[in-house]
T-cell receptor, first 112, second 115 residues
C-alpha cells in the first residue's frame, strides 16, 4: 500500500451537491492528519486539521477511521469556489522529527 | 497575503547556469522546508531546517544546495540542473518540526524551467 493514497478524480459535481473524498494511509502509528487545498498554479493552503475522530468547519467535515486507516473530507452545499485540488497529508514520526507525506490530491470541479 | 514570501515567482535557466531561490517567513516559525512539486506527482520533501540546523535531506542530488542563515530565511542554490528538475519549488514553514499540531504554511512557489 502507498504511504498516502487518494483518488485523483476529477470529481465533477453540480453546485449545491454534497461530495466526499477518501484518503488511505499505511502507517498505523499516525495520529493526526491534515487536509490542504491547492488552487491551480498556487500554493497549498491548510483547510483542516484532524486530531481525533473528526473535525467540522462550516460546510466541511473531516472524519478519521483508524481501524480502516482512512480519512474522509465531506463538502456540503458545494460552491463554484470549492473547485480545487484537495491534498491529504499524513505526519509520520521518524526518530525525533516528523515527516509530512502528501497524497497526490483529489481534483474537484464544481459546475453550474 | 502569505506570511511566507518566495522569489522569484518564475525562473528560466540553462543547464549550466547558477541561480538561487529565496524564501522569507514573517510568522516567527522555527522550521523551514523546501518541497518540489512536479506534474501529477505528490509534493516531495527536499530539505528541512529546524532552528537553522538541517534535519532532513531527502536524498536530493548535490546540484541542489540549501542554506539557512537564520530561522526566517531559506535559500536553495541551483547549479548544473537537468530538464527534469523543471517543477514548482515550494518553501514552507511551521512553528516547530516534529509536533503534530504544527501545520505547514507555504509560500507561493517558484516555477522553474530548465532549458
Amino acid at each position: 500500500r502507498k504511504e498516502v493514497e487518494q483518488d485523483p478524480g476529477p470529481f465533477n459535481v453540480p453546485e449545491g451537491a454534497t461530495v466526499a473524498f477518501n484518503c488511505t494511509y499505511s502507517n498505523s502509528a499516525s495520529q493526526s492528519f491534515f487536509w490542504y487545498r491547492q488552487d491551480c498554479r498556487k500554493e497549498p493552503k491548510l483547510l483542516m486539521s484532524v486530531y481525533s475522530s473528526g473535525n467540522e468547519d462550516g460546510r466541511f467535515t473531516a472524519q478519521l477511521n483508524r481501524a480502516s486507516q482512512y480519512i474522509s473530507l465531506l463538502i456540503r452545499d458545494s460552491k463554484l469556489s470549492d473547485s480545487a485540488t484537495y491534498l491529504c497529508v499524513v505526519p509520520e514520526r521518524t526518530g525525533t522529527a516528523s515527516k509530512l507525506t502528501f497524497g497526490t490530491g483529489t481534483r474537484l470541479q464544481v459546475t453550474l | 497575503e502569505t506570511g511566507v514570501t518566495q522569489t522569484p515567482r518564475h525562473l528560466v535557466m540553462g543547464m549550466t547556469n547558477k541561480k538561487s531561490l529565496k524564501c522569507e517567513q514573517h510568522l516567527g516559525h522555527n522550521a523551514m522546508y523546501w518541497y518540489k512539486q512536479s506534474a501529477k506527482k505528490p509534493l516531495e520533501l527536499m530539505f528541512v531546517y529546524n532552528f537553522k540546523e538541517q534535519t532532513e535531506n531527502n536524498s536530493v542530488p548535490s546540484r541542489f544546495s540549501p542554506e539557512c542563515p537564520n530561522s526566517s530565511h531559506l535559500f536553495l542554490h541551483l547549479h548544473t540542473l537537468q530538464p527534469e528538475d523543471s517543477a514548482l519549488y515550494l518553501c514552507a514553514s511551521s512553528l516547530l518540526q516534529g509536533t503534530y499540531n504544527s501545520p505547514l504554511h507555504f509560500g507561493n512557489g517558484t516555477r522553474l524551467t530548465v532549458t
